[in-house]
């Protein structure tokens, strides 16, 4: 901490000021718990650099590449929410100097000297489980642990956390689809044998009612134009009678009529239809077809 | 070094024969000095990330994400040549095992305990002057220096760098523009008190007949979708006599007649012309009509 960072003096029961302040700017954002779930899931699969790798986890991540991960996640989240740079921390939000720190474990954010006593936007995930949490606390000297790592950072200490004030806790991170497929449906999808469109194929044809997204796409076929693969994917699955659902013309309310996931932009949801008429029930327009679920209701779960 | 891993003890006048088939690999691969250039650039560009940050300039990143700029050289290098994994190195190339190694000085190449002995394929680049090489060399114990760092990696010594088989040797690297720039035009396509708009017409008003990389008017924008960006930069700057050539339709015969750089997917040339008549020398079409350059034969500069 420098000399020119006054920090509060906490008593136990003095409300802290700045803290409720960026408390404050964060609830007053449009959808702030959804996009900070979208900053991770982007940073993750940008560090997966799954187009080029093929690769959807974390441990088959270097140590450099997690390292990075935090570094990443700063600046997307400061992208996403617009932040301004601080002076002597990562933001400024609301004239409030706030460090980014990320953590595999929620409770493992270490807290370097220079930020003792600051507000500290403490944010983790859990791709397994699929969950995330973003918290906000002012890491005061008395909120760390004793021992210190060789780089002379603290932990904040697990009596700490009921000081944390929760953004967002175990909420739901957008899907690592790859990381949650059984190991036989993985196997065919990432098979090596198999070109990357026959690999999207795969993917379109075992992997329905739920939603791929881009990245998906793109660390399947390990190649650029991921739209391109999923148009050429539509034709190859239209004799198996199945249907791939985007974003734009009467897609949207296709999928809602057929009781899928609703895809948004850079997503895609697959589903097998069969022909039929428009007064049935669970009909819905595609692609100037009528269509209604073959299996309707999960049937095929 | 495993024991199962023999390495060829070289006598002075033996020929290395798994270099020489590497080398010669390379060396077969269409463009393979252009590609290596187009993967260290995409490296720097994406750690740089100019959309989320505005940066452009090695000096603005951490101490983590310039270490791990080596990594992302390793994967986008793996991607662009389509090299499979090594087993006990990063890649295997026509059954030889070779490392990837990345320094930012040309000589500054480190090589690990389980690297001396192997094939590297050493590379470096100067964004500041534009170069770029890449050798390849056995990474035998007697060429490496005496000193070990605190990861006991041995530095190459300068004295193996005759025998360093260069790939490519201070070769052209794609331009970093923004960090080419004077000062007052860096500054005025920079300012922070413009709409990211509003700096990509400052970019292609000001910076003429010079490529312009979709990667910089991302930086510049500092938002996606730059492509719209320069479409609606071309309407901006249409009253100024500005145009500007992307790589379809007739805007590289233009570009080629006009005398200014040919753009290529993804780039763009602006240049100030006025109406000609089809006949006039330097003569081309521009979106349905005939202009000729206002300043020929760099006449502006």
Known sequence: MRADSPVPLLGDDSPDAGLGKVVDWFHAVDRMEERFGAAIRHSFDEVFDGQRTGRYHLGQLSKVEKTYIGTKIEIVVQAEFGLQRGRRMDYLIVDEEVDAKWS??????????????????????????GVFSVG??????????????????GRLSPGAMVAMTWLAHDSLLPENLLLHLDDVTRDAVLDPKLSGQKRVNELFHRVQERIIRREVVLAVAMQDDGPKRVRDSRKHLQPFGVVILGHQRTHPAAAEAFGVPVPRKGEWVSVTVIDAEPEAPG?????????????PSGGRA
Do not use: H, Q
Not at 105 to 129: F, H, N, Y
Not at 140 to 153: A, E, F, M, V
Not at 285 to 295: E, N, Q, R, Y
């Open 104 to 129: 595999m474990k929620s409770g493992g954010w270490m807290i370097p000297t220079e930020a003792v006593g600051e507000l500290c936007l403490c944010m983790t995930a859990d791709d397994e489980r």
């Open 136 to 153: 906000l606390i002012r890491a005061g000297i008395d909120r760390l642990t004793d021992s210190r790592n060789k780089d002379s950072k």
């Open 283 to 295: 009909a819905a327009l595609v692609d100037d077809s009528w269509k209604s679920p073959a299996f």
